[in-house]
């Protein structure tokens, strides 16, 4: 009967109040404060001057004494974790490589140190210039790294035998192939990498490249040259042209007949044969000094600035030089070395007779032989930040006889033993050999290692190992002086 609803009453309320104030947060300087101040920070200068004199003398002397001080020599402050293990950090492979069997035959970090290359081939006999290789990296820095694949894999018609990353460019690549050729290659480019070759000319080594190593170019600062050796007795310097051909700069010959007779040696075929050269280093302190590794298992001492031409029949565009000035005493088969930095002149060898030598470069025994290994011995690398350690790698395996365990990469710390290894580590079941290893010189706790199973290991080595101590230069020398007395 009604249609409206009852009367809807509403009420008002304030549900926020507001009310501001002001407040000064800074008051102005007055002047007769800012005078105070002024007048509380002049110096005294009369003052100054009298004692700057009287502690002038003390101070100098003082100076001086830490100046001549080789107390903290090669000491740096390290602000990361320690760690007391070696650790392997990464198993890396090709699996189309270990599909054809093929084994690592070099290993080689670039300029960042964070991306490291291994080159594919057999080191174990036969005719493998024909056989198809590759050359594989993997960046470690990588989100989503994976082990069994490759951020670039290289096509090669022909083993790889030797790697070098150019020490500041860090995408070139540079490799040398059972064939004798070398090839360049820029890793930055998925398509058609190879930007420098030699080809193959009267030049062109004649049998396979065991080391290749950059140099810098003393006439053009831009550009580097590229070293090459082969057991075809030749040692050449490479420079880059325009049209992506390396042509011949300079070059030497090792001829038996040249080769100074210092010592017996006896499995030398003395004539104008050739001598193969299997490695070669530089010295880090004069530049024009060098060592070469050659085959019968002699270390000899060599010069660039040699003028004595080589006793070499075969043609080519640049007269070859005979460098030869020493050699050393030897090991039983083929040696690899190299130069650590000494002020001594310390080098180490290594050959397949399982031996490491460690030579000064002013005489020809060797300071200190290394029995490290009853099999061979088939690389050796001083670490880049430690002068009394070295690593190398064997083909040792497990020993039978005791049970113990006998590791493939050998670590070796003059600091705490002149005799035996402080670490070995195993990097493959079985004997299986390691024919390569490699230190980082940027992130220097890592070490990599390639083997015949066609796998590379990346281990993190312990704190150490790594981190130099006071006065370990001395200790290097001391000890060089003791085994010389």
């Known amino acids: 009967k009604s249609c409206q609803t009852g009367k809807i009453s509403t009420v008002e309320t304030a549900a926020q109040s507001y009310t501001s104030r002001d407040a000064g947060v800074q008051t102005d300087q007055s002047k007769d404060a800012v005078r105070d101040f002024q007048q509380e920070g002049q110096v005294d200068y009369a003052s100054l001057l009298s004692f700057l004199q009287r502690v002038e003398d003390a101070v100098i002397k003082e100076l001086n004494k830490n100046w001549k001080s080789r107390a903290f020599d090669g000491f740096a402050v390290n602000w990361t974790d320690q760690n007391e293990t070696v650790l392997c950090l990464h198993t890396l492979s090709y699996p189309e490589a270990q599909d054809q069997n093929l084994q690592v035959t070099s290993v080689s970090w670039n300029a960042t140190g964070s991306v490291v ?43 790889v035998m030797c790697l070098a990353f150019h020490p500041s460019q860090p995408s070139l690549l540079a490799g040398g192939l059972f064939s004798g050729e070398l090839v360049v290659w820029d890793t930055g480019r998925t398509e058609d990498p190879v930007i420098w070759r030699t080809g193959m000319t009267d030049d062109t080594h004649t049998d396979p490249v065991y080391q290749v190593n950059w140099l810098p170019d003393a006439k053009h600062r831009n550009h580097s040259r590229l070293l090459s050796v082969s057991t075809d007795g030749k040692i050449l310097v490479w420079r880059e042209e325009r049209d992506g051909r390396l042509a011949l700069a300079e070059g030497f010959a090792m001829v038996a007949q040249q080769i100074p007779r210092s010592t017996q040696l006896k499995k030398f075929t003395w004539g104008e044969a050739a001598v193969g050269v ?45 460098p030869a000035e020493l050699a050393f005493s030897p090991h039983g088969c083929p040696p690899c070395f190299v130069l650590p930095p000494s002020p001594r002149n310390l080098f180490l060898s290594c050959g397949t007779d399982g031996q490491v030598h460690l030579h000064s470069m002013l005489q020809t025994q060797p300071l200190i032989s290394l029995q490290l290994s009853k099999k061979y011995l ?44 402080a670490v070995s580590i195993k990097q493959a079941a079985g004997e299986c050999p390691v024919y390569c290893l490699e230190f980082n010189i940027k992130q220097t706790r890592l070490l990599a ?12 080595l312990s704190s150490d190992l790594t981190e130099q101590g006071p006065r370990e230069m001395n200790h290097l020398e001391q000890l060089a002086s003791e085994t010389t007395d």
């Open 449 to 460: 290692a390639g083997d015949a199973t066609g796998t590379v290991k990346v281990w993190q």
């Open 278 to 322: 299997t490695s070669l280093s530089f010295s880090h302190f004069d530049p024009r000094v060098f060592v070469v590794g050659v085959e019968g298992g002699y270390s000899l001492k060599c010069s660039t600035a040699a003028e004595t031409l080589a006793l070499h029949r075969t043609g080519s565009s640049v007269p070859l030089r005979a």
């Open 378 to 421: 088939f690389c050796v690398r001083w670490s880049p930040v430690r002068p009394l350690v070295f690593a190398a790698a064997s083909g040792e395996g497990n020993c039978n006889k005791c049970f113990c365990f006998i590791g493939d990469v050998h670590l070796f710390d003059f600091e705490k033993s002149s005799q035996k290894p």
């Open 117 to 159: 290359a291994c080159s594919y081939g057999r080191l174990d006999g036969g005719d493998w210039s024909t056989e198809k290789s590759y050359i594989c990296t993997w960046n470690l820095d990588r989100r989503g790294l994976n082990p069994q694949r490759p951020d670039l894999v290289v096509d090669v018609p022909s083993s």
